[in-house]
Every structure is written in structure tokens, then in C-alpha cells.
């Protein structure tokens, strides 16, 4: 249906299956999260709004926090570099890899060396690299895309995966989740042993200390950075805090908020490569600071967004994304983060996906999940009067003129006859009107009856107060 919008076409054509597995993982993580914050903490709406105010904060003065930073990274032996763009951070990391005569490379999860094409790009210049997060695997051998920021293959099944490790020669086919875990342990073991290089991402970074956090539920970002010589962790610019007591709190919300755990099972802070008297670690580290146009981000109007600590609770929760998928958003950052954070990413090509601040009900379950207290309804209003603004045309698909409305409501005269007549309505066949977003609406839907138009009489014949 030409009506629909992109995101519209991908729910429609979901499989029960995957849509059934989206929701219900989806859900589940949302009662887990609500239940725990209510269990461990009497005031969790003000931890969260303590947050947002530090990370906003952060962001206001990161100037200033980054060359802290950075001179922190330094005094405890790590390289430091900064990258623009994907190609530089890209090119950052292959250089490095190079210059240690490195080929290959474990990685642990990282939705920010996804947003920048890392695989591909050092597998194109002769790089063996090997996902070793479990979802993350998988999504390498099937050639995949995450669908979740936190969870990357909740679209997937045990089925999906059994049989993936059949065609891909790590056993016979069998369903068992235990045995699938065996079975990508024992394969990813050699591939640790084997590497030259452990890359990670990073989930904070303390200007104070220079340390950087690491939070998993698997140990394979350890496994990563403890085997091998380098250890390389890409990190956003926004990822930036203050001060090591601040750990403290993000550690707390991120896995309460993400996966509905006190704590995530590992919890790493990395100084910088290993010291003199350490006998293991790696013996270099290197930072790659990535903006990627998070300076344009921060400089807009929606500069809120660069808060987000990639929990995906706002995912959990949203509607539209358990009825659509990840996959529907077409982007790395999928859920109500992405439907802001992509379209601002995506620089000139902001109209290709100016279509997503239109995929949302506004109902504000994402704001009241986020853990930093980003406002993201409101920053949805200023994406679609952006894409209003500039004409995108994708946004624009399916959406009615509010010519009519806007007088209406501007008219005080011709609302009240509207309003008046009201009771018309009940008697005109709906499924006629002839505007191709009213059909398209009707298609899944009844339109109730009109049963207003009675207050302002109420309100004209009401009694007199007695006072």
C-alpha cells in the first residue's frame, strides 16, 4: 500500500514467529527491570533524574571533560586517538593493527564499532575477525544485522541457531541452549588463544582516572583483553563521566535497566595496558575517541539524546518496536533511541530516514523507562517538524494534510458548528471517505461512535455553586 510508511511495511510482513519471540523477550525484560528498581531502591525515579543531570551536564562541559580524559588515558600509558568519521576510527585501528604486524582480532560487543562497518572493513583489508559475544557470533556467521542493542538476536530462536551451527560445521543439529553454548565456547577458546588483538568497546570512561568500564554477562571482553598484547576499545565521545564515583550509579541503572539485574555478571575497570610488575595483559592500549557527528548532535536541538548509556529499556517497552522488530528501523540503533539517534547520525541523509520519529504512539513509556531521563517524545516532535521543515518526503508518506484541522481549531465560530454536528458522523459510512490515509486506516480499524457535544450544554445549564 503506497500509504505506508517503510517501517509499517516491515511490520505487516513480520513472521508470527519472530514478532511472538520480539514481544514477549521484550516484555519480559520491562516487568524484570520495574520489579528490581522497586525492590532495591524507595526513590528510583530520582536516581535517574541524578543521572540524566550528570550526563547532561557531561555533555554541556565535554570539552573539557575529553582533554581530561584524554591526559588521564595518557599518564597511565594508553594511546589516545580521535576519529571524525567511521573511515578514520576504521583506518585508526587498521594502521595500529599493522604497524604490530597483527592479523587477527577477538572482539567483544560493541553497537559503536557497528555503527562504523568494522568487521567488514578489516576483513576487506586481510583481518580475520570473530565476534565472541554470543548473540554477536551468530549474527557474524548468518550474516546478520542486530536487532536489539543489548539483546542482538532476539528476532532469532534456539531453532534459528541450531541450525546455523549445523551449516556452519559446529556440530549436529541440536536445539539444546546448553549445547549451543558449549559448542560456541569450545569454538571461540582457540580463537583467544589464537588472537593478536582484543578489541571492546567501552560503556563509561572516567575523565578522572582515565578508567574505562567494561559490563558484560559472558566474561568475553575479558577473555579479549587479557589474552592478547593490544587492546584496542572504541569508545563514543558521549560515553564520557566525571568522576570514578559516578561509576557507581550508571553501574547500577544500566544493568537493572538493560536486563533486569543488580549487576551484569562482569564488571571491568582498565587502567591502561599492563605495568611493569603485572604479570599478564596486554602491553599496549589504545583508545579511539569517536564523534561520527556527535559534535553536529550536540549542537542541535535535540543534543539530549547523546545521554543514552545503550541499556534498551526504551526498546523493551516501546510498542512500535515489539509489534515492528529492531530490523524495521532500518539503522544500528533501532527502538525509540534509534527513531532520534539515526536520523541526527545520518548528517545529509537525514531525509532517508526522517520517516522514524513518525514511528511512535508519543505515549512516553520510553521516557518514564530511561535511565538518564531522556526526554525522547519531545525530540521526536522537533525530528518530525525538522522533517516537516525540509520536506522529506518519506516522513510525509501516509501522513493526512491538518489544513482543515488547523482552522477548525484556530476558529472559534467554526468549532463550536463543527462540534454541533458532531452526531452526523455516526451516520456517514466512514470506510467511503476518500483520502488514501483514511482507508488505510479503516483498514485495521473501526472508528467508535461520536458521543460528545453535550458539555458545553452541561456546562451553560450546570447549577449555581451554593457559594
Same mark, same amino acid.
Given at each position: ?29 520491562? %516487568? ?7 525492590? *532495591?531502591? @524507595? &526513590?528510583?525515579?530520582?536516581? !535517574?533524574?541524578? #543521572? ?113 551451527? %549445523? ?7 541440536? *536445539?539444546? @541452549? &546448553?549445547?549451543?553454548?558449549? !559448542?560456541?565456547? #569450545? ?113 542541535? %536541538? ?166
Amino acid at each position: 500500500m503506497k500509504s505506508l510508511q517503510k517501517i509499517d511495511i516491515v511490520a505487516r510482513d513480520l513472521s508470527d514467529e519472530v514478532q511472538k519471540s520480539t514481544y514477549l523477550s521484550s516484555k519480559a525484560k520491562t %516487568e524484570k527491570r520495574m520489579a528490581i528498581l522497586q525492590k *532495591d531502591f @524507595p &526513590e528510583a525515579n530520582r536516581l !535517574r533524574e541524578i #543521572a540524566g543531570e550528570i550526563k547532561q551536564h557531561t555533555l554541556e562541559h565535554l570539552d573539557q571533560y575529553l582533554a581530561q580524559a584524554e591526559a588521564s588515558l595518557k599518564a597511565n600509558g594508553a594511546h589516545v586517538h580521535f576519529a571524525n568519521d567511521a573511515e578514520s576510527a576504521n583506518a585508526t585501528i587498521l594502521k595500529i593493527m599493522q604497524e604490530n604486524g597483527a592479523k587477527r582480532m577477538v572482539k567483544s560487543k560493541s553497537m559503536v564499532t557497528e555503527e562504523i562497518h568494522l568487521l567488514p572493513y578489516l576483513e576487506k583489508h586481510g583481518m580475520e575477525v570473530v565476534e565472541t559475544d554470543l548473540g554477536e557470533f551468530i549474527i557474524q556467521i548468518d550474516d546478520d544485522h542486530p536487532s536489539h542493542i543489548v539483546t542482538p538476536i532476539i528476532h532469532k530462536n534456539r531453532k534459528d541457531i541450531a541450525k546455523s551451527f %549445523e551449516r556452519e560445521g559446529l556440530g549436529d543439529y541440536n *536445539d539444546d @541452549p &546448553e549445547t549451543i553454548t558449549r !559448542r560456541a565456547r #569450545a569454538f571461540l577458546r582457540q580463537k583467544y588463544l589464537d588472537a593478536d588483538v582484543g578489541l571492546t568497546g567501552g560503556n563509561f570512561v572516567s575523565a578522572e582516572s582515565g578508567r574505562v568500564s567494561l559490563v558484560t554477562n559472558e566474561g568475553n571482553a575479558r577473555f579479549s583483553v587479557a589474552a592478547n598484547r593490544i587492546h584496542i576499545a572504541v569508545v563514543g565521545i558521549e560515553k564520557i563521566i566525571p568522576k570514578d564515583r559516578d561509576f557507581s550509579l550508571f553501574l547500577n541503572l544500566i544493568a537493572r535497566s538493560a536486563t533486569g539485574q543488580q549487576l551484569t555478571v562482569y564488571n571491568q575497570f582498565i587502567n591502561g595496558p599492563r605495568s611493569p610488575g603485572q604479570p599478564h595483559g596486554p602491553e599496549q592500549m589504545h583508545v579511539v575517541f569517536l564523534d561520527n557527528r556527535r559534535t553536529e548532535v550536540l549542537a542541535s %536541538e535535540c543534543r539530549e539524546i547523546l545521554r543514552c548509556i545503550r541499556c534498551g529499556a526504551c526498546l523493551n517497552v516501546c510498542p512500535i518496536f515489539r509489534q515492528a522488530g529492531g530490523h524495521a528501523y532500518r539503522s544500528v540503533y533501532p527502538g525509540p533511541v534509534g527513531a532520534v539517534l539515526s536520523p541526527l547520525l545520518a548528517g545529509n541523509r537525514f531525509p532517508e530516514l526522517a520517516d522514524l520519529p513518525k514511528a511512535s504512539s508519543l505515549c512516553g513509556a520510553c521516557n518514564e523507562v530511561c535511565p538518564v531521563n531522556i526526554p525522547i517524545p519531545d525530540l521526536l516532535l522537533r525530528l518530525r517538524d525538522k522533517a516537516k521543515r525540509e520536506k522529506a518526503t518519506d516522513a510525509m508518506k501516509g501522513t493526512p494534510s491538518l489544513g482543515l484541522w488547523a482552522t477548525l481549531c484556530s476558529q472559534p465560530a467554526m468549532w463550536k458548528t463543527a462540534l454541533s454536528m458532531g452526531h452526523t458522523m455516526n451516520y456517514i459510512p466512514t470506510e467511503l471517505i476518500p483520502h488514501p490515509s483514511a482507508r488505510a486506516w479503516q483498514h485495521n480499524r473501526k472508528l467508535p461512535k461520536f458521543q460528545g457535544g453535550e458539555f458545553r450544554k452541561w456546562f451553560r445549564n450546570r447549577p449555581p455553586s451554593s457559594k
